[in-house]
């Protein structure tokens, strides 16, 4: 079946330390994007990545790293930086994001719950 | 301000009756969704519009563009609607990335 996993579903981690979280798809999307949502906000752009090889820092990157070496996969690193890592991560893709005005539909994961102990 | 408001914050509602979910917007705009997000936690996709109205099943996804204004709608509610709907618009931009409202709380009882 073609769609989107996150994994793992909870992850629980000590401060200081960094965690990685996976997002891989298997729907053949160029586009893919992290979001952060905290109980009572909307969801926050991350990063995101329009093509193989290349991405661009969201609205709230700082104490986060990305990778697409990959067209596929989509990892994101929680860093040590990062003030307030406690949250759920979900991860979506798109068929492309660099089209004019595109509008294509963004399909998301099931999300993974970070907890820092 | 936020530039994409959701009202009501949350909702409850007796199983059959019709539910409307509001969403204003304060940007330019080529698209706009509607999200529906389970208890735990995964999203879907419900609809997307850019102009006039949408049907799905009992859900009808409406824009004034004009007024900058989306509404849901859920005919016949029931308990397995239950769920937070979302509302994200796509700005105008060339590169316009989602920004997302804070999500409206529906509770369905039987």
């Known amino acids: 079946d073609g769609g989107i996993t996150q994994s793992p579903k909870y992850l629980f981690r000590k401060e200081g330390q960094n965690v990685t979280l996976s997002c891989e798809q298997n729907?053949?999307?160029?586009?893919m994007y992290w979001y952060r949502q905290d109980p009572g906000q909307g969801l926050r752009l991350i990063y995101y990545s329009q093509i193989v090889n290349d991405f661009q820092k969201g609205d709230i990157a700082e104490g986060y790293s990305v990778s697409r070496e990959k067209k596929e996969s989509f990892p994101l690193t929680v860093t040590s930086a990062q003030k307030n890592p406690t949250a759920f991560y979900l991860c979506a893709s798109s068929m492309s994001s660099m089209r004019l005005g595109s509008t294509d539909t963004q399909y998301f994961g099931p999300g993974t719950r970070l907890t820092v102990l | 301000k936020n530039e994409v408001e959701q009202s009501p914050q949350n909702l409850t509602a007796q199983e059959g009756e019709f539910i409307t979910i509001n969403c204003s917007y304060s940007?330019?705009?080529?698209?706009l969704h509607w999200l529906q997000q389970h208890p735990g936690g995964g999203i879907v996709s419900l609809f997307m519009?850019?102009?006039g109205k949408k049907k799905h099943g009992r859900l009808i996804a409406t824009i004034n563009i004009q007024e900058k204004h989306s509404s849901l709608h859920i005919t016949a509610s029931h308990p397995r609607d239950s769920a937070v709907y979302i509302c994200?618009?796509?700005?105008?931009?060339?590169?316009?990335?989602?920004?997302f409202g804070k999500g409206t709380k529906l509770s369905v009882k039987p």
């Open positions: 729907l053949n999307h160029d586009a």
């Open positions: 519009l850019s102009s």
């Open positions: 994200a618009v796509r700005s105008g931009g060339s590169q316009g990335n989602l920004i």
């Open positions: 940007v330019g705009i080529s698209a």
